[in-house]
């Protein structure tokens, strides 16, 4: 494989946090595109998408355009679903619906019983 090859398909990562987003956007780009984001790899054939929920990314290898090809579906698609009350919350530790609930007191953030026992 050439330099120039391996440069166009590097991997590169979608940041997701920060404080140009909600908190919760990485859970909402969840929601939306599933806990193996096969939604994406629906949207994007041939790549290979890795969630990283402690640093808020996805790495995924590409160029550049396809990068920001990536970016700005994610942020159309999540920003067109908002959040509504009455929805079933997704837990930050198993990327799952909730199952038997356990909201803390300090953050009000909702997690499976199960993965905060375990």
Do not use: W
């Not at 050439?2 to 909402?28: C, M, P, R, W, Y």
Request: charged share 25%; with cysteine.
């Amino acid at each position: 494989m050439s330099l120039v090859a391996l440069h166009k398909s590097k991997q590169l990562n979608v940041h997701l946090g920060g404080s140009t987003f909600a908190s919760d956007f990485i859970e909402e780009v969840v929601k939306k595109f599933g806990p193996g984001l096969g939604g994406l790899k629906e949207r994007f054939p041939g790549l290979d998408f890795v969630l990283n929920t402690r640093h808020d990314t996805i790495s995924v290898r590409g160029t550049k355009e396809v990068i920001q090809n990536i970016r700005d579906t994610i942020h159309e698609i999540v920003r067109s679903t908002s959040s509504t009350p009455g929805q079933t919350p997704y837990c930050s530790i198993c990327l799952c619906k909730v199952e038997d609930g356990y909201r803390l007191e300090k953050c009000n953030h909702e997690f499976c019983r199960s993965c905060l026992v375990d």
